[in-house]
């Protein structure tokens, strides 16, 4: 590991300008990714500016009835927080689906959203990598690709983004709010990370210095009824091989969809919202059939890798058992009756 | 680049001299003598080096010593009082819930903190949660305890019993309904 200088933030503007004057600084949050990346020579900053004792650790009610989500909120008290699990469920059950129960209570919502892609050739600096050094190529695409992309990729780079947490913030709309050497930004979490396209290194729309202040959950009564479900190799303490994020607004019927919010995880270079399968479901009955039709919609452009074909059908069950989950069976029966 | 850091580990107020790049593993081991957090992978994979940190369980090899600078650590060495075990070391002890041990002073941190975090209602992902979003006890079942102590990987597989001793070590603490 290169040396570093170390110097602890007490301000969030003098945070910003001293790594927006210097090239070679970076922030430090809980270190959980970036202290494996030091480690792992992926990246070598000569100064950490550490923001994790910034007074940005408040989740706070807002005028239009959401929540703003201070950028050092540990991820584990976002997901105990009784706001986040009676309103927004979706969020509090991506958060306890990643990682692990010790690294929850160190992670930041700040660095959880910018934490990089767990491509095996990425965390290996002796193979071939455009997103870790441009130009070099990418390993993966004659390689192991079970944890690839199936959307959304270039021949740059197939990589996925591993956030969960930011899978369930693009279903709810949630917005981040930044503050750079030019004042406060704010960008919605679904254009906040980028497809790789040609510069697979840039996995964000970050410019270097902007730091992360908080993310803003808008107001949305129905979230109630939202879910996440997460496949993995193994059951727990894995990273997604898909995950699928969904809120639902049912008629009063109890099963035709007026509203849906569906983001896809494991699949893109960025959390995967998907407004066609939202489109597909819109009037229609919460059936099986119509979750499976409305998946398929969103991956009709997929191109799965050697390795990850399998994401196709997995999409489609998957979207389909969380909304099983998600619509309470009427009197009659089960869904089946309805389809 | 050197820097001074006074941690309280295990009771005691300690001064250390760090480099930036020390972690809060390597400094309570290399540098305090500290030698019960273990190191596994050294990259978060594993919970060997778990400790309390400032209450709460962390792992320690990915946190820099100088980020933590005026922390409190309790170890699995500071966990027990006056010459008696911890209640989920005895648990641990009971339960034979150990092979070689090198994960163990790991998952009794890990214990501890878990019954901590179910104490203040904390849910995990496998807490049921009702359709509009009823919130229910944390109850630490067989189930919940393999969740919530999924981060601690223990290499000769005393899962078996690690899970049965965590159990009674909740029950003991009313926790395990
Ligand atoms: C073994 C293991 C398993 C994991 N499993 C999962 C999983 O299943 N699902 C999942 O989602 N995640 C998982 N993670 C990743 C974990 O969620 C991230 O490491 C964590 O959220 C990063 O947060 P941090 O505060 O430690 O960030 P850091 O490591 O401190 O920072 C990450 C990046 O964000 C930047 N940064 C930090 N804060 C800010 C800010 N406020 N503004 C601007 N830039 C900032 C840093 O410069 C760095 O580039 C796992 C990690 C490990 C080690
Ligand atoms: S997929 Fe992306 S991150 Fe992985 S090796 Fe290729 S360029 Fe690197
Ligand atoms: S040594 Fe820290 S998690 Fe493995
Ligand atoms: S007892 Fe040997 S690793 Fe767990």
Not at chain 1, 40 to 52: K, N
Not at chain 1, 85 to 111: C, E, K, M
Not at chain 1, 172 to 183: E, F, I, Q, W
Not at chain 1, 254 to 262: F, K, N, S
Request: hydrophobic share 40%; with cysteine; glycine share 8%.
């Amino acid at each position: 590991m290169k040396p570093f200088r170390y110097e602890r933030a007490t301000d969030a503007e003098h945070a910003v300008a001293t790594v927006a004057a210097h090239p070679g600084a970076a922030f430090l949050g809980a270190g959980t990714n970036l202290v494996d990346h030091l480690k792992l020579g992926i990246t070598a900053p000569d100064l950490l500016v550490d923001v994790s004792r910034l007074p940005l650790d408040e989740v706070a009610e807002t005028a239009d009835g959401g929540l703003r989500v201070g950028a050092n909120v540990r991820n584990a008290d976002l997901a105990a927080h009784p706001a986040v699990r009676a309103r927004y469920p979706v969020l509090s059950q991506a958060l306890l689906s990643g990682a692990s129960g010790q690294l929850r209570n160190l992670a930041t919502t700040g660095g959880n959203l910018l934490q990089r892609t767990r491509c095996a050739y990425f965390q290996d600096p002796s193979t071939p990598c455009n997103k870790r050094d441009p130009g070099t190529g990418c390993a993966a695409l004659e390689g192991w690709t079970r944890y690839h992309a199936i959307l959304g990729a270039s021949s740059h780079c197939v990589a996925v983004h591993p956030s969960d947490m930011a899978v369930a913030m693009a279903a709810l709309d949630a917005v981040v709010v930044t503050l750079g050497p030019d004042g406060e930004r704010r960008i919605p979490v679904t254009d906040f990370h980028r497809l790789p396209g040609d510069a697979p290194h840039r996995d964000t729309v970050l410019r270097h210095g902007e730091l992360i202040t908080a993310v803003e959950l808008p107001g949305l009564p129905w979230a109630t009824r939202s879910r996440y479900r997460k496949v993995r190799d193994r059951a727990s303490y894995a990273f997604a091989l898909v995950s699928v994020a969904v809120a639902l607004d049912l008629e009063d019927d109890g099963r035709t969809v007026r509203e849906a919010r569906i983001a896809l995880g494991g699949i893109a270079h960025k959390p995967w919202r998907a407004e066609r399968a939202e489109q597909a479901l819109r009037g229609l009955p919460a059936t099986e059939e119509n979750c499976r039709t409305a998946a398929d919609a969103e991956t009709a452009d997929a191109h799965p890798l050697r390795d990850n074909a399998f994401k196709i059908p997995l999409v489609r069950n998957t979207l389909a058992a969380v909304v099983r989950d998600l619509v309470p069976e009427t009197p009659s029966g089960s869904l089946e009756g309805a389809r | 680049m050197e820097t001074e850091i006074k941690l309280r580990v295990d009771g005691q107020e300690r001064e250390v001299t760090v480099d930036t790049r020390t972690t809060v593993l390597d400094a309570l081991r290399e540098r305090l003598g500290i030698t019960s957090p273990k190191k596994g992978c050294d990259h978060g994979q594993c919970g060997s080096c778990t400790v309390l940190l400032d209450g709460r369980r962390a792992t320690t090899c990915l946190a820099l010593a100088v980020a933590h600078d005026g922390a409190e650590i309790v170890t699995a060495e500071g966990l027990g009082t006056d010459g008696e075990l911890h209640p989920v070391q005895q648990a641990f002890v009971d339960h034979d819930a150990l092979q070689c041990g090198y994960c163990t002073p790991g998952q009794v941190c890990s214990a501890v903190g878990v019954l901590r975090e179910a104490a203040q209602g904390w849910p995990s992902v496998v807490t049921e949660v009702g359709a509009e979003g009823d919130i229910a006890p944390a109850r630490l079942d067989h189930e919940e305890i393999a969740e919530r102590m999924s981060g601690n990987l223990c290499r000769c597989g005393a899962y078996v019993n690690i899970v049965p001793a965590v159990a009674a070590a909740a029950e003991a603490e009313g926790a395990g309904r």
